[in-house]
């Protein structure tokens, strides 16, 4: 069988969109599942709009969501010699010739066909039959053109979209090269007719020029890959996915503490589906992943959920993985995580209350702050029968040896029942002399992480406080 070989191909002009990332989903999905080859090319031929940058946002984002490809990334801008070898044999052999109309002259051309009530296209002028005799205008750098079928028509079977058929009356002969630079359509076709690849999957958005590619292909005498076409992402309000509606760039995602599985599984879901599967890994969705179940509908985003199912993986990270995550975003916080209490610990008691990274940073702050009591709230704190309960507890707690959670609760167990109290006298002078916060966890585990001595010193400056 022959190899199957997807790729992506962003133009690095910005950010990587949601869109783009579950494509290359789909693609590294598609060659996974087949054993094949995944590969990245970064269409960097706009040389106005490409940046630095923005390719290295795409590097990042495919290396932040896992999407390990085998090949790549290939630039465009070093392949040109490719390119322009690719046109001298189409101009050879007339496959393509050059065009010498200039901007304003074409300009004109589209008015009057406007002005006729036609199609504005390009009439043909500068085929060679066209301008027999016609002096080359001078000063003017021409540019390349295909010289597409006039007859007949073009048909694929998209693996999403079913068979399409366009007539190529429909398509006029497409600009390739500019300046000893290729165009879009000619360039993704040399690239992955060279690149062998086998599945063209990109989004629907690119419909339109996929009867040109093929017209190319067919020129070049080159093996037609299978086209596969995803409808686009909307916001929830079923419009075009953008800004206004939310965060739409993978690294957005990253900051503001999604975990990179949750995104992956949200965006692979996203307009694909196989049985009542929602939660999966990378390796499940490769073992199951076919175009077939992609749907023909554009999707619809829904945050509500996105950040749902992000609080599910949350829940079942690894702790000592999500105290790496959250480290750095307790200390942009101002919290002094070396030194205080156990990170791993803290993620492990405040993770399946976090929805997010962000969301765990700041429920773990406390933990990494210095504590500032205010006298206020110290002294409302052990009004009425909350200081006794409390003077009760240090008692308890001092001659424990082992200060863990069940240690502390017993205490705490024991305090109520000698003073036939609630939880509360007791667990709010703890938590505002202790914590400083207004919401804290578990109080036992919570005492526990911050350690005996630390609970005790605090209590104390809290007991100063309100003297
Ligand atoms: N550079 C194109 C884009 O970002 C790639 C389209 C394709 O996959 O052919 O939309």
Request: charged letters at 30%; hydrophobic letters at 40%; aromatic letters at 8%.
């Amino acid at each position: 069988m022959k190899e199957i070989r997807t790729r992506i191909a962003p133009s690095p002009t910005g950010m990587m969109h949601l869109g783009t990332a579950r494509t290359a989903i789909y693609c590294w999905a598609v060659a996974r599942h087949f054993g094949g080859k995944f590969l990245l090319r970064i269409e960097d031929t706009d040389q106005k709009r490409s940046t630095k940058e923005a390719t290295q946002v795409i590097l990042d984002s495919m290396k932040w969501l896992n999407l390990d490809y085998d090949e790549g990334p290939v630039y465009q801008m070093d392949r040109l010699p490719r390119y322009r070898e690719v046109v001298e044999q189409m101009l050879a052999d007339g496959r393509a010739y050059k065009c010498y109309a200039t901007p304003e002259e074409l300009e004109a051309l589209r008015e009057a066909q406007r002005a006729a009530g036609l199609k504005p296209r390009y009439d043909g002028r500068w085929r060679p039959e066209n301008c027999v005799g016609k002096p080359i205008p001078e000063g003017v750098e021409p540019v390349i053109r295909f010289r597409n079928p006039d007859d007949g028509e073009v048909t694929w079977d998209d693996a999403v979209y079913g068979r399409i058929t366009i007539a190529n009356k429909e398509l006029d002969d497409l600009i390739i090269m500019r300046n000893g630079i290729p165009t879009y359509n000619f360039a993704v076709v040399v690239d992955d007719w060279d690149m062998k690849v086998s599945h063209v999957i990109r989004g629907a958005d690119h419909i339109n020029n996929t009867p040109r590619q093929i017209n190319l292909y067919r020129a070049l005498g080159a093996e037609i890959p299978v086209f596969a076409h995803l409808p686009l992402i909307n916001g929830p309000d079923g419009q075009k996915l953008s800004k206004r509606h939310g965060s739409v760039s993978v690294m957005e995602y990253e900051a503001q503490g999604f975990l990179p599985e949750a995104v992956f599984n949200y965006l692979a879901r996203l307009g694909w589906g196989h049985g009542n599967m929602e939660k999966f890994t990378r390796e499940e969705l490769a073992e199951v992943f076919e175009l077939r179940g992609v749907s023909k509908a554009a999707a619809r985003i829904d945050f509500k959920k996105f950040e749902w199912l992000n609080g599910q993986y949350m829940k079942e990270a690894d702790d000592a993985r999500l105290a790496g995550l959250v480290k750095p975003r307790i200390e942009k916080r101002g919290g002094v995580v070396d030194g205080g209490p156990d990170l791993v610990g803290v993620c492990a008691l405040l993770k399946s209350r976090s929805a997010t990274l962000e969301v765990l940073a700041d429920l773990a702050l406390f933990f990494y702050k210095p504590l500032v009591q205010d006298p206020e709230a110290v002294r409302a704190a052990l009004a009425g029968e909350n200081r006794k309960a409390l003077e009760a507890f240090v008692e308890g707690i001092k001659p424990l040896e082992n200060f863990t959670a069940p240690e502390i609760y017993g205490v705490i167990k024991n305090v109520m029942q000698q003073q036939s109290i609630k939880m509360g006298p007791i667990a709010t002078p703890l938590r505002v002399l202790v914590c400083a916060a207004d919401r804290v966890p578990q109080i036992d585990k919570t005492l526990e992480l911050f350690g005996k001595e630390e609970v005790l010193k605090r209590i104390a400056s809290g007991l100063a406080l309100a003297d």
